[in-house]
């Protein structure tokens, strides 16, 4: 079975401050996994995806993951946020031909 | 690239009427499309898999009838809402694969905002 846990549903960091969202995976399979990030009344943005090649990952907008299999963890860090980073962040796992998704988590980014 | 694109936008409508909605991708070939509907601050929910010239693959607890989806062309997916009622106002959003990546990524649309009076 898979399923994908995102352990904080909102986090709030100063901008310029690290941010960390924490995901936790698991899956039958080996999985790809994904980070999206979706503003307000907008799609989803691929950020970065893990396809069994580095485990650390770096996307888009100073965005990275690692891949760390024996915490079946994926969580996804910057070191500095920006005001533009506000936004619901995805979690999402796939072992093969369907996504399944996180419940998000809002990040808040104060001035 | 893997741009996704979905009309309308934002659509409002009386309830007892159809809406359809495309989703496009303008510069790749999708043999799969997804369809997913969002509610308010909550995940997304898989509706159905759509795919290029054979009928779609519904969720469990999703009514075919009323969703109805057509994946005409390897660009093109459509889904059409009948009969809408106040409860199928949603965020409806759309994502494709391309063809020609191995990978499992999915390119997602801007979303349509449904409402249904």
């Known amino acids: 079975a898979q399923s994908v846990t995102q352990l904080d549903s909102h986090v709030s960091v100063s901008e310029g401050t690290p941010v960390l969202l924490r995901c936790n995976y698991s899956?039958?399979?080996?999985?790809?996994l994904f980070w999206y990030v979706q503003h307000p009344n907008k799609g989803l943005q691929l950020l970065l995806k893990y396809t069994s090649a580095a485990t650390l990952v770096k996307g888009i907008n100073g965005f990275e993951a690692e891949f760390k299999k024996s915490e079946t963890s994926f969580h996804l860090t910057k070191p500095s946020a920006h005001m533009s980073d506000a936004a619901e962040y995805f979690c999402v796992v796939s072992p093969g031909n369907q996504f399944y998704f996180g419940t998000g988590t809002s990040l808040t980014v104060i001035p | 690239g893997a741009v996704v694109s979905q009309h309308p936008s934002r659509v409002i409508c009386k309830s007892g009427t159809s809406v359809k909605i495309e989703c496009r991708s303008l510069d790749f070939q999708a043999t799969t499309m997804f369809w997913y509907r969002q509610f308010p601050k909550q995940s997304l929910m898989l509706m159905a898999t759509?795919?290029?010239?054979?009928?779609?693959?519904?969720e469990q607890g999703v009514e075919k009838d009323k969703f109805l989806i057509n994946h005409a062309s390897l660009t093109l997916s459509t889904l059409t809402v009948t009969s809408a009622h106040p409860e199928d106002s949603s965020f409806y959003i759309c994502?494709?694969?391309?063809?020609?990546?191995?990978?499992?990524?999915?390119?997602f649309g801007p979303g349509t905002r449904l409402l249904v009076l």
């Open positions: 994502s494709a694969r391309d063809l020609r990546q191995a990978e499992e990524t999915q390119y």
């Open positions: 899956s039958s399979y080996s999985p790809s």
């Open positions: 759509s795919n290029e010239g054979s009928k779609a693959t519904y």
